[in-house]
């Protein structure tokens, strides 16, 4: 079988360039500068996995562990076809920044096996995750790295990457990893925390708009964990869900959807257009059938990124015609991309704002696990809230201080905290200081 043509783009070298438009404004050292270019650990290994049929296959994992100046480096672990070591050490990019602009102790890491989990028996994927984090254990632990769910990684398959790390330590650790199933230290409020976090941000930028949430059109493209709890709130508060995704296809509907009903079939089914076109529901809902880039194309009012990365690119970027863009997944968008689309006006609350709220709770479960003590649902959703209203807030009021769209600010108020935190230990001036 012939392979797909290699990607020559090298997504963590332009993800880097994001630094470029944000250095004058942080007032970054250059030496910081050149510091975050540069990943403080790669580290790539193979598993080799007992398959149910008896034979043996080896898969390919990565951790990346960018920069861990500001605390130990957090970031979650995707199972995916496409994993590669430059979207890792991209990813991991994001998670510094991330972790920065919600002023979280943290530094950033991400991790990643090349596998198409939907392949897997569900004891192969337990034997994989097991088998993955055998290898990488000695490079993790609560006061050194703190993985966590992301992409086609589920709360069950951090309890398993839990269990085996303790036991391969001799101690129960259940602060080594996040995002973890409630009964075995998880923190409440997690599974939604992501989604939760985004419709924050939309809530801020609502009264920035002054928009009637009945008149607002929603397009979501994905609708895994974080696409679901999104439309769920957004729907909640009256917002028009009027089209979703998942990686099979997507679904519109001009008025719109009732969330709840899409979410349970969705999740008994496993796809979105099985529910409208051959379900039960067939005859009852009427939808119409789109592709997924349809959906990025449509003409509304909010469109919500929430799957993949690259997903809006030059290729499509002049027919998006979305007021605003809420990137819930990691780097949704080209840079090319982003720049056209802020030059249209396109409103962009960026992927280090927008889908911060996962990581976020992530470090609300690491802090009860470390204390021992744990917190009800609603205070975990009201101190979610207050971070996240701060952090857009210090994003917007920096993006209208200097003029500029909220990425930059978002970048801008990253590269601050991260800069304040490299230059602690001494720059060129400080060494080069003969005085005493
Ligand atoms: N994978 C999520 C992200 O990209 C969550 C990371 C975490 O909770 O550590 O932000």
Same mark, same amino acid.
């Given at each position: 079988?012939?392979?797909? &043509?290699?990607?020559?783009?090298?997504?963590?070298?332009?993800?880097?360039? =994001?630094?470029?438009?944000?250095?004058?404004?942080?007032?970054?050292?250059?030496?910081?500068?050149?510091?975050?270019? =540069?990943?403080?650990?790669?580290?790539?290994?193979?598993?080799?996995?007992?398959?149910?049929?008896?034979?043996?296959?080896?898969?390919?994992?990565?951790?990346?562990?960018?920069?861990?100046?500001?605390?130990?480096?957090?970031?979650?672990?995707?199972? =995916?076809?496409?994993?590669?070591?430059?979207?890792?050490?991209?990813?991991?990019?994001?998670?510094?920044?991330?972790?920065?602009?919600?002023?979280?102790?943290?530094?950033?890491?991400?991790?990643?096996?090349?596998? *198409?989990?939907?392949?897997?028996?569900?004891?192969?994927?337990?034997?994989?995750?097991?088998?993955?984090?055998?290898?990488?254990?000695?490079?993790?632990?609560?006061?050194?790295?703190?993985?966590?769910?992301?992409?086609?990684?589920?709360?069950?398959?951090?309890?398993?990457?839990?269990? #085996?790390?303790?036991?391969?330590?001799?101690?129960?650790?259940?602060?080594?990893?996040?995002?973890?199933?409630?009964?075995?230290?998880?923190?409440?409020?997690? *599974?939604?925390?992501?989604?939760?976090?985004?419709?924050?941000?939309?809530?801020?930028?609502?009264?920035?708009?002054?928009?009637?949430?009945?008149?607002?059109?929603?397009?979501?493209?994905?609708?895994?964990?974080?696409?679901?709890?999104?439309?769920?709130?957004?729907?909640? @508060?009256?917002? *028009?869900?009027?089209?979703?995704?998942?990686?099979?296809?997507?679904?519109?509907?001009?008025?719109?959807?009732?969330?709840?009903?899409?979410?349970?079939?969705?999740? @008994?089914?496993?796809?979105?257009?099985?529910?409208?076109?051959?379900?039960?529901?067939?005859?009852?809902?009427?939808?119409?059938?789109?592709?997924?880039?349809?959906?990025?194309?449509?003409?509304?009012?909010?469109?919500?990124?929430?799957?993949?990365?690259?997903?809006?690119?030059?290729?499509?970027?002049?027919?998006?015609?979305?007021?605003?863009?809420?990137?819930?997944?990691?780097?949704?968008?080209?840079?090319?991309?982003?720049?056209?689309?802020?030059?249209?006006?396109?409103?962009?609350? &960026?992927?280090?704002?927008?889908?911060?709220?996962?990581?976020?709770?992530?470090?609300?479960?690491?802090?009860?696990?470390?204390?021992?003590?744990?917190?009800? #649902?609603?205070?975990?959703?009201?101190?979610?809230?207050?971070?996240? =209203? @701060?952090?857009?807030?210090?994003?917007?009021?920096?993006?209208?201080?200097?003029?500029? @769209?909220?990425?930059?600010?978002?970048?801008?108020?990253?590269?601050?905290?991260?800069?304040?935190?490299?230059?602690?230990?001494?720059?060129?001036?400080?060494?080069?200081?003969?005085?005493?």
């Amino acid at each position: 079988m012939s392979k797909p &043509p290699q990607v020559t783009r090298d997504v963590f070298e332009e993800a880097l360039k =994001h630094l470029d438009d944000a250095m004058e404004y942080a007032g970054l050292h250059p030496e910081a500068l050149e510091r975050l270019k =540069h990943p403080n650990a790669v580290i790539q290994v193979s598993i080799p996995v007992r398959m149910d049929s008896g034979e043996t296959k080896v898969f390919t994992g990565y951790r990346v562990q960018h920069d861990v100046t500001r605390g130990p480096g957090k970031g979650g672990i995707r199972f =995916h076809p496409e994993v590669d070591l430059s979207e890792v050490k991209a990813l991991a990019f994001w998670m510094t920044c991330k972790c920065a602009v919600m002023n979280l102790p943290y530094g950033g890491a991400k991790g990643g096996v090349t596998v *198409n989990p939907k392949e897997l028996s569900r004891m192969e994927l337990e034997r994989l995750s097991r088998g993955f984090i055998g290898r990488i254990a000695d490079f993790i632990g609560p006061d050194k790295d703190v993985p966590a769910p992301d992409v086609y990684t589920t709360p069950m398959i951090m309890g398993w990457m839990m269990d #085996e790390y303790s036991k391969l330590k001799g101690a129960r650790t259940p602060a080594v990893i996040t995002g973890k199933p409630i009964p075995l230290g998880g923190s409440l409020g997690r *599974n939604a925390a992501t989604g939760r976090g985004a419709y924050h941000c939309i809530k801020e930028h609502e009264l920035h708009r002054g928009w009637n949430p009945q008149e607002v059109r929603v397009a979501i493209q994905g609708f895994g964990n974080a696409g679901q709890h999104v439309a769920e709130l957004l729907d909640a @508060d009256g917002y *028009n869900i009027v089209a979703v995704s998942d990686s099979q296809g997507g679904i519109y509907r001009k008025e719109g959807f009732h969330i709840p009903s899409l979410i349970k079939v969705k999740n @008994d089914s496993r796809q979105l257009q099985a529910v409208y076109c051959d379900g039960a529901l067939c005859e009852k809902v009427d939808a119409d059938q789109i592709s997924n880039e349809e959906l990025l194309e449509l003409e509304v009012d909010i469109l919500i990124p929430a799957a993949l990365g690259d997903v809006i690119t030059m290729e499509n970027a002049d027919k998006i015609r979305a007021a605003t863009i809420v990137e819930v997944a990691n780097g949704p968008m080209t840079n090319e991309a982003d720049k056209l689309l802020t030059q249209k006006g396109v409103y962009i609350i &960026p992927d280090i704002l927008a889908n911060a709220g996962g990581v976020t709770v992530s470090y609300f479960e690491w802090v009860q696990n470390r204390a021992g003590f744990y917190w009800s #649902e609603e205070e975990v959703y009201e101190k979610l809230e207050k971070r996240m =209203h @701060d952090a857009f807030q210090s994003v917007y009021n920096l993006s209208q201080e200097h003029d500029v @769209d909220m990425r930059t600010g978002a970048y801008t108020l990253a590269l601050k905290r991260i800069g304040e935190a490299l230059t602690a230990q001494g720059t060129r001036e400080f060494f080069n200081h003969n005085g005493g």
